[in-house]
């Protein structure tokens, strides 16, 4: 039987904070049973980096994409290279893309177009996207039901409603919690675990970020996939090894013909 593992669907490992002391990393990773780790890289360099690093640990997916907070760092063939990158196969996913409100109000018909330009791109190169969506519910939904993602995605660190998670459900995207499902107060993320289907739920770090209770305050790692993961096993009263073995196969199934 196949090795059963955890996921974490969103990792900055390619980020400087890593570059001292990645073995350990990876080590501790693999000390908690994590078994796949999606990179997610923001910038031609550390897509380039974190392919270099899955040559060595042979455990990472590689994803990039323009987030919607870096628009004006990207480069004049920045379209180019991702163009290039999905050519050559070597993306499992367009990501992060989507809209944030919260940091950039003066922006949005910007926000919009290169992110509604990245999903078009990934239903021509037949990958999921991954969605960074902040304060900005309804226009994420809107535009993903004009454009419909054909591949399906992720909803990477979701913080939104119970109700709107089931529209982006339907939608084709998975529902992915990260550290904030861990923290006493957030009764909205615990919600939304406990309210999706399992089938739709993905699991993720979202390092260097996000940290989970009660590790809060320090960098954050792929290891502590398995604290978001055994808090929402608790939530919705089942087995971990269950929910472990779920979200495996939901990882499987939305990247299988990636
Ligand atoms: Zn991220």
């Known amino acids: 039987m196949a090795k059963v593992g955890w996921i974490d669907s969103h990792a900055h490992l390619a980020y400087e ?14 000390e908690r049973n994590v078994m796949r780790i999606m990179v997610v890289t923001l910038t031609k360099d550390e897509t380039e980096k974190a392919m ?9 997916d590689v994803a990039f994409g323009f987030h919607p907070s870096d628009l004006d760092k990207i480069p004049e063939d920045g379209f180019e290279t991702l163009e290039k990158l999905l050519g050559n196969g070597k993306l499992k996913a367009i990501g992060e893309i989507g809209l944030d409100y919260y940091w950039h109000k003066d922006n949005k018909e910007e926000q919009k177009s290169v992110f509604i330009r990245q999903i078009e791109l990934a239903n021509r190169y037949g990958v999921p996207i991954i969605i960074h969506m902040r304060d900005a519910a309804w226009d994420t939904l809107e535009i993903l039901k004009q454009h419909r993602p054909i591949k399906g995605g992720i909803m990477h660190c979701y913080s939104g409603s119970v109700e709107m998670a089931f529209e ?14 861990t923290f006493k107060n957030a009764h909205v993320p615990k919600e939304v675990a406990k309210a999706v289907g399992v089938e739709w739920l993905l699991t993720e770090t979202d390092c260097p970020y996000l940290t989970p209770h009660p590790f809060r305050g320090k960098r ?10 055994l808090e929402i096993a ?7 090894d269950e929910l472990m073995r779920q ?5 499987a199934r939305l990247f299988s013909n990636a």
């Open 17 to 30: 904070e890593y570059d001292q002391d990645l073995p350990q990393i990876i080590a501790n990773a693999k």
């Open 52 to 60: 270099i690093l899955n040559d060595e640990y042979g455990m990472f």
């Open 168 to 181: 982006y459900i339907k939608c084709g995207m998975y529902i992915s919690l990260g550290g904030p499902v």
């Open 220 to 229: 954050n790692e792929p290891a502590m996939v398995e604290l978001v993961g």
């Open 234 to 240: 608790r939530l919705r009263e089942i087995e971990p």
């Open 247 to 251: 979200v495996a196969d939901n990882y």
